[in-house]
């Protein structure tokens, strides 16, 4: 069973960073690209970055380059995002999400969802 | 502004037939990119519904159908029970975009009466 499991999420004043993670299961991680997906509350999906199955292919958001970071470790079946000078418009639930393929495409998609980790950005 | 457009609500009387509308541009579903769709239940993580257009994952019951025609996608919910009232978010790639590409509708809340 695919199993993704996100944390670090919590409150944290403006200006300030978090870095979130997510431990993967139930599948070849190092198969798949991986992405973070954000729920601002009541808000609809926004894509904010992904990763290819062996980091060679990085993307992101054009409301986070620059500030964020996405980063994995297949040795340890986890996905990261390093999130640095927060403001308090990336207040939102993270999901972790699986592409169904290795590399981030035209067709891509997302076959499996973390249930999120909540980050609030306030002072 | 959300790059594909779905209707904000929808409803229906259980039994009932409902379809929700994706509408893109020249740059996403008009240029033939596949159109994925999810469902949000309440308190609850999105999961995959319908993927490349019209293909169900395993376990996704044939009440949910998708298809896609120029630059719109629809889905399709048949036999309306009480169970899918969720939110439901169109997905596809837009080639104008910076990053991956990826881009979500605004999502539509169906309410079952």
């Known amino acids: 069973e695919v199993q993704l499991v996100e944390s670090g999420g919590g409150l944290v004043q403006p200006g300030r960073s978090l870095r979130l993670s997510c431990a993967a299961s139930g599948f070849t991680f190092d198969d798949y690209a991986m992405h973070w997906v954000r729920q601002a509350p009541g808000k609809g999906l926004e894509w904010v970055s992904g990763?290819?199955?062996?980091?060679?292919?990085?993307g992101y958001a054009d409301s986070v380059k620059g500030r964020f970071t996405i980063s994995r470790d297949n040795a340890k079946n986890s996905l990261y995002l390093q999130m640095n000078s927060l403001r308090a418009e990336d207040t939102a639930l993270y999901y972790c999400?699986?592409?169904?393929?290795?590399?981030?495409?035209?067709?891509?998609?997302?076959?499996?969802w973390g249930q999120g980790t909540l980050v609030t950005v306030s002072s | 502004q959300s790059v594909l457009t779905q209707p904000p609500s929808v409803s229906g009387a259980p039994g009932q037939r409902v379809t929700i509308s994706c509408t893109g541009s020249s740059s996403n579903i008009g240029a033939g990119y596949d159109v994925h769709w999810y469902q949000q239940l309440p308190g609850t993580a999105p999961k995959l519904l319908i993927y490349?257009?019209?293909n169900r994952p395993s376990g996704v019951p044939d009440r949910f159908s998708g298809s896609k025609s120029g630059t719109s996608a629809s889905l399709a919910i048949t036999g309306l029970q009480a169970e899918d009232e969720a939110d439901y978010y169109c997905?596809?790639?837009?080639?104008?975009?910076?990053?991956?590409?990826?881009?979500f509708g605004g999502g539509t809340k169906l309410t079952v009466l």
């Open positions: 999400a699986k592409d169904r393929a290795g590399y981030s495409s035209s067709g891509s998609y997302f076959d499996y």
């Open positions: 490349g257009n019209s």
């Open positions: 997905q596809s790639y837009d080639s104008s975009l910076s990053g991956s590409g990826v881009v």
């Open positions: 990763i290819s199955w062996n980091s060679g292919s990085i």
